[in-house]
């Protein structure tokens, strides 16, 4: 008797481990990207900030992975939206200009159609892919999220503060603007449903949006890429959120966002979908500090938006899952072209070999707690590379402001150097002492250029007016 309950037991046991062996195989993890505009290192209750209140992103932090060295493409929207979904430096891709910085609703191109995102590469898996929010990839049609493997769009597909038509300056009167001041579409898939765009409620619509889709194919492996507009310039929240910060209209806007992300986190554990969706919080690049108190903060890093100073890539980033994730505080060097190869491959799909990929798959960090693969970080500038870390230490070949902030252009004949372990701040230059670090990070930046080919430039061409 004993020995047939044995056999029953183990009988029961073999087919639910492979039962459940079956359905991990058929259902790949879901993956959840929101990414924030402009939004600085400093600005979460969970990375410093001391007013503005977060409680659903510090609470996803808690539960999930806090990374502290978590780096962007580039510090500026176009190029860094281009890394993000390429998985590429935006060099590679002609992304990035030294003409103009992004792209512009007269510009006439966009992301090149030889590019993969990961929208096109999940889909290869069968993942539901939806776009919400900013694109700024290229706002013609054949550049939309939905001829880059997106099966669905809704949002504004360039930065809220473009097609200004008023001549009141938002830079004295960042909260006094209305969203009739900035003619921006609304669109869902590739036609525009309004504008301009109510920006007041668009936090809110981005968010509901969201969790539309991920209700709507639950069943099914999904990809939701939800790229807020905002705490970019101008600001608005919706009126359940309006005067609710001591920071100010940039805190009212941080903290909708933040109430976005409990919306969506809860609906994930509504829906039974919270053990196998991962989800990672960041922004495209630092605070547009010329913009003062409607303007972030880059919290002890210096400089932000437009700079490759620290203030400028490294952005806070949050990854959660509530089976999965190991919950740490990640030291480690990570970027958001690495999410291209991580999640690729979760999903089990190859990654191209007919192209330089920058990212490197992070699962071993996230799923393990492995140290992370990633060993440098290249800074460009357009299509110039400015600056290099590699492990501890960060060399500028060349240093230049913001606009009007931060210095004018300078090339150092010997680089600038710095140890971020130590010095994340970037005050104390120690070159002199560590010639040895200069010489190997040298190596590394000659091994990078030894086989780049610069894309053609994407940004420049633009309709006259």
Not at 19 to 46: C, H, R, S, W
Not at 233 to 257: M, N
Not at 382 to 396: N, Q, S, V
Request: negative net charge; hydrophobic residues 35%; contains cysteine.
């Amino acid at each position: 008797m004993q020995l047939t309950m044995y056999l029953i037991l183990v009988f029961t046991f073999t087919l639910t481990l492979h039962t459940a062996v079956a359905q991990n195989k058929e259902q790949p993890p879901n993956f959840v990207i929101i990414f924030a505009d402009d939004m600085g290192y400093g600005d979460l209750g969970i990375y410093g900030h001391p007013t503005i209140k977060t409680p659903h992103l510090d609470q996803m932090a808690r539960e999930g992975q806090k990374w502290t060295n978590f780096y962007v493409g580039a510090s500026v929207c176009t190029p860094s939206r281009a890394a993000l979904l390429t998985g590429r430096l935006p060099v590679r891709s002609g992304m990035c200009s030294d003409k103009v910085r992004v792209l512009f609703p007269n510009s006439l191109h966009g992301l090149p159609a030889s590019e993969i995102t990961l929208a096109e590469q999940l889909k290869k898996a069968g993942y539901a892919t939806a776009a919400i929010g900013k694109w700024h990839l290229g706002h013609r049609p054949q550049y939309l999220p939905t001829n880059n493997g997106f099966d669905r769009y809704f949002g504004i597909p360039y930065s809220n503060d473009m097609d200004k038509v008023t001549d009141k300056s938002y830079l004295e009167l960042a909260d006094a603007l209305t969203p009739k001041d900035f003619n921006v579409p609304l669109m869902r898939d590739t036609t525009i449903i309004e504008r301009p765009a109510n920006q007041y409620t668009i936090t809110k619509r981005y968010t509901e949006e969201a969790i539309h889709f991920i209700k709507k194919h639950k069943d099914r492996p999904f990809f939701v890429y939800l790229a807020h507009n905002l705490p970019h310039i101008p600001l608005f929240a919706s009126k359940d959120f309006q005067h609710t910060s001591k920071r100010g209209v940039y805190g009212d806007v941080v903290q909708e966002i933040d109430d976005g992300v409990g919306q969506l986190l809860a609906t994930l554990k509504e829906q039974g979908l919270a053990n196998n969706t991962i989800v990672v919080f960041t922004s495209d690049n630092g605070p547009w500090l010329s913009f003062k108190k409607y303007g972030g903060s880059a919290g002890l890093l210096k400089a932000g938006k437009g700079t490759t100073w620290e203030g400028g890539m490294r952005e806070p980033c949050i990854f959660w899952s509530l089976a999965g994730i190991k919950p740490s505080v990640v030291i480690d060097l990570g970027t958001t072209m690495d999410l291209f190869t991580t999640f690729s491959a979760m999903a089990g799909v190859p990654i191209p070999d007919d192209r330089v990929m920058d990212g490197v798959d992070l699962s071993g960090t996230l799923l393990r707690n492995e140290p992370s693969p990633r060993e440098g970080i290249f800074y460009y500038r357009g299509p110039t590379l400015y600056a290099a870390r590699l492990g501890d230490y960060k060399a500028h070949y060349i240093t230049e402001g913001e606009y009007g902030m931060f210095g004018e252009k300078e090339i150092h004949g010997t680089p600038l150097l710095y140890n971020l372990n130590e010095d994340p701040s970037e005050q104390y230059d120690v070159a002199q002492d560590h010639p040895e670090i200069i010489e190997q990070i040298n190596a590394y930046v000659k091994k990078h250029q030894a086989d780049l080919v610069v894309g053609a430039d994407q940004l420049a061409d633009q309709e006259k007016q």
